[in-house]
């Protein structure tokens, strides 16, 4: 790369600042303006990062043609139009999940950026942790021998959205790790579903992914628990792994557990003989980074042309495919809703 990437974010609410700071971090980009509707928001990431021009009108960032990418951190329901509309200006883009509130919308996103030939990273930060990259290393490499399940609880107390229900806002961070760690890929969904405290949105949800082999994968999301979990169980034939996200050390850890089952004939009478495996607990290793520094820095590579996008267009759209029969399960009172 010959100079420095000119970057602007659109959104400076809960997660934008997060991006800004990881931008700025990157010395391969200059973080060159931002823009959010509220002035005062503008005004304080002008006072930390006073290199950088702040606006409430996020048509000048899409305007400027010295700009080379764009990141979008606002509402769902934004991320359509304003990514076509950088898109069409020859921008790489970076949006925050979801990539577009419904299919139709990520399909084109997807095509308009392939006919431009410009990058299109969906902000799956998930994707881009030691723990789920060391998950999918162990998955492809078949260290857990065939997968039986995928298990996930992601609840909390808050933070309600405005916009969305608990689904699209938590559900589709297990949906971005399933469709990274899993070489299969899903056909069926049923979901379901509640509205308790929420007068709007479901806030208690719990989600089954069917597969073709038979794996299935169920999770469970919440805006009502008392306590805050972030676990993930991954069940194998050879082996069994445990991730728990807010774990301060040895966050994945991997059973030498199982069972296997036989036939047997004890004095006439048939029976399922079950042997139980109980072996040692190891520890991996992973790495430690901050999942959005390794985003950024992923980002740059693919636009530099060193890297293919590891939650690009496709992904995403995959992602919304799963959102939106979700969605449609729960419409139809936990109804399987099959993925075309």
């Not at 139980?276 to 390794?294: F, M, Q, V």
């Amino acid at each position: 790369m010959s100079r420095e990437l000119r970057f602007g974010v659109i959104g400076l609410g809960y997660w934008g600042p997060r991006i800004v700071r990881n931008l700025a971090l990157d010395p391969r980009i200059t973080l060159a303006c931002v823009a959010d509707l509220h002035q005062e928001r503008c005004e304080a990431i002008a006072r930390q990062y006073p290199y950088a021009s702040a606006t409430t009108d996020a048509e000048e960032l899409l305007d400027d043609p010295h700009l080379d990418a764009i990141v979008i951190a606002t509402p769902a329901s934004t991320h359509f139009e304003l990514a076509m509309a950088a898109i069409d200006r020859g921008k790489h883009v970076l949006v925050t999940k979801p990539l577009a509130d419904s299919v139709a919308k990520a399909e084109k996103l997807v095509a308009a950026a392939g006919s431009a030939g410009v990058v299109l990273l969906v902000d799956h930060t998930f994707a881009y942790t030691g723990a789920v990259e060391k998950m999918r290393e162990l998955v492809h490499q078949r260290f857990l021998g065939d997968i039986y399940y995928f298990d996930s609880v992601r609840v909390n107390l808050g933070l309600f959205q405005q916009d969305v229900n608990v689904i699209w806002d938590l559900a589709a961070h297990d949906f971005s790790i399933l469709d990274q760690v899993l070489p299969e890929k899903p056909n069926a969904v049923q979901v379901v579903a509640v509205q308790r405290a929420s007068r709007t949105f479901e806030d208690i949800a719990y989600v089954t992914v069917f597969y073709p082999s038979g794996m299935l994968a169920h999770v469970h999301v919440s805006w009502l628990s008392p306590v805050k979990i972030r676990s993930t169980l991954v069940g194998g034939s050879e082996r069994m792994l445990l991730w728990d996200d807010l774990a301060p050390d040895e966050k994945l850890k991997i059973y030498d557990h199982g069972v296997s089952l036989s036939e047997g004939d004890v004095e006439g009478v048939y029976q399922m003989l079950v042997d139980y495996r109980i072996g040692d607990i190891w520890i991996p290793h992973i790495d430690r980074g901050e999942a959005l520094t390794k985003e950024v820095a992923h980002f740059v590579d693919c636009i530099d042309g060193n890297a293919e996008p590891r939650t690009g267009g496709e992904s995403g759209l995959r992602v919304v495919q799963l959102l939106m029969a979700s969605s449609l399960s729960v419409e139809r009172e936990g109804e399987r809703v099959a993925l075309t």
